[in-house]
Each structure stands twice: as structure tokens, then as C-alpha cells.
């Protein structure tokens, strides 16, 4: 796999720190409704090498619109486990799934991007116990992920694996 191996059990003090200002209201606020298009150019500009966030590790997610048809792009924190690129569709703790879940439940191949790699994955969410396994290690690697889960007031937060393919598949 390509992109950049991020491992979830040892996040760095200033990784921590990061998540931690990340998860404050006035930023959650900020970046659920600007950030990310900031960051999407910025990642887009530098081909993945520089984020917004320059703790937490990002990919940037190129998937089809479920309806439209349109090509779309979202930044999203990462982990990597098992050879798979794992995506929490937290939508910041909303009571509705990220427009981006739709999107790659819809049409699951996508394009990532991450630290100057682009390759093509599968989208699969994760279910039962896997689905839990991978959430346990999002919270314990992004602590918000806990908050958001409360925020989200019985919303399951879906986990999605990438798992790499061939381009022309």
C-alpha cells in the first residue's frame, strides 16, 4: 500500500494535542462548516504532502456524487490497519451520516490521496465486530471520536475500510 502507514495504538503527544484543539467547539464549529474546503485545496495544492491539520495524518478522499454523479473530494483523518486505509464517518458528531458515506456506499471506488501518493481503493464499512475492533482504535487514537459518538445521540458512526486495487479494474 502506498499511502503512508499511520498506526493508531501510539498517537505522539503533539498528535494528541492537536486532536484535543481539534475537538474544541469554535474549531469543531469552524471546520465542519469552512475547514474542509480550505483543507481540500490545500491538500490538493501541495498533492498531498501538507494539510490544514499538520498533527493529524489526512488523506484526501476523491469519490462520485451518489446522486449527481459529479466528481467530489473530502479531507478525512486516517489510520491504517491490516493493509486497509480506515475512515470514521463521524460527521463531527452530527445526527446524520457525512454526504461523503453516501457517496462511496453508493459508488465504492475512490481515489486517495496522502503525502504525495494517489492510488485507487475499494470503500467497504465495516460491520459487528470488526466494525467495533476498528471504532475502539479510532477513539483511543482520536479521542474526540468518543465525543462524537455521544454527539451523535444514537446515530451508529459507521467505520469504513479502503482496501487498494488496480487501477484499471
Not at 28 to 51: C, E, M, P
Not at 120 to 142: H, P, S
Amino acid at each position: 500500500m502506498g499511502i503512508p502507514e499511520v498506526e493508531p495504538t501510539a498517537p505522539s503527544p503533539l498528535f494528541r494535542a492537536g486532536a484535543t484543539l481539534m475537538g474544541t467547539n469554535g474549531a469543531r464549529q469552524f471546520l465542519k462548516k469552512y475547514g474542509w474546503r480550505i483543507d481540500r485545496a490545500v491538500i490538493k495544492l501541495t498533492n498531498g504532502h501538507v494539510s490544514m491539520s499538520l498533527v493529524l495524518p489526512e488523506v484526501l478522499l476523491t469519490h462520485t456524487g451518489a446522486k449527481t454523479g459529479q466528481q467530489r473530494s473530502t479531507p478525512l483523518t486516517y489510520f491504517t490497519d491490516r493493509g486497509r486505509v480506515i475512515t470514521i464517518a463521524s460527521n463531527y458528531g452530527g445526527q446524520r451520516h457525512p454526504a461523503w458515506y453516501h457517496n462511496v456506499t453508493a459508488n465504492p471506488r475512490v481515489t486517495l490521496t496522502a503525502r504525495g501518493y494517489t492510488g485507487t481503493f475499494v470503500a467497504e464499512e465495516m460491520t459487528g465486530a470488526e466494525r467495533d475492533r476498528l471504532f475502539d482504535l479510532a477513539k483511543q487514537f482520536v479521542p474526540n471520536y468518543a465525543d462524537y459518538e455521544r454527539r451523535a445521540a444514537g446515530r451508529r458512526i459507521p467505520v469504513i475500510a479502503f482496501t487498494e486495487t488496480a487501477s484499471d479494474s
